[in-house]
């Protein structure tokens, strides 16, 4: 079993910066990819960022590449999103995953299916 909780949400202006964690407790966190999705209200579930286990690849969507990034640190169990130039699309409940499957996160990391695991989310809110 694996504990998500994730932090940092809030209410910002559009070209403001937040920072979400997620802090990881119950099995080895070097041993499991993250992901972070979002999702809007009236939407589905999408993908934001991968990283994988030992932290070497990233993989971005889209929509947030150039004003987003995760980091991960393996000794506090913690994953990091650093979310800049934010918009008020950017607007959700953004919840992190892990992936404990093996295999490389390259092909999958966009499919929410592939993830185990999950923490119960965070509010960001954008006001224009």
């Known amino acids: 079993q694996v504990q998500l909780v994730e932090s940092g949400g809030g209410l910002v202006q559009a070209g403001g910066s937040l920072r979400l964690s997620c802090a990881a407790s119950g099995r080895t966190f070097s041993s499991y990819d993250m992901g972070w999705f979002r999702q809007a209200p009236g939407k589905e579930r999408d993908f934001v960022v991968a990283?994988?286990?030992?932290?070497?690849?990233?993989y971005y969507a889209d929509s947030v590449k150039g004003r987003f990034t995760i980091s991960r640190d393996n000794a506090k169990n913690t994953v990091y999103l650093q979310m800049n130039s934010l918009k008020p699309e950017d607007t959700a409940v953004y919840y992190c995953a892990a992936r404990l499957r093996g295999g490389s996160i390259y092909y999958t990391r966009s499919m929410a299916d592939e993830y185990d695991y999950w923490g119960q989310g965070t509010q960001v809110t954008i006001s224009s």
């Open positions: 990283i994988s286990r030992s932290g070497s690849s990233t």
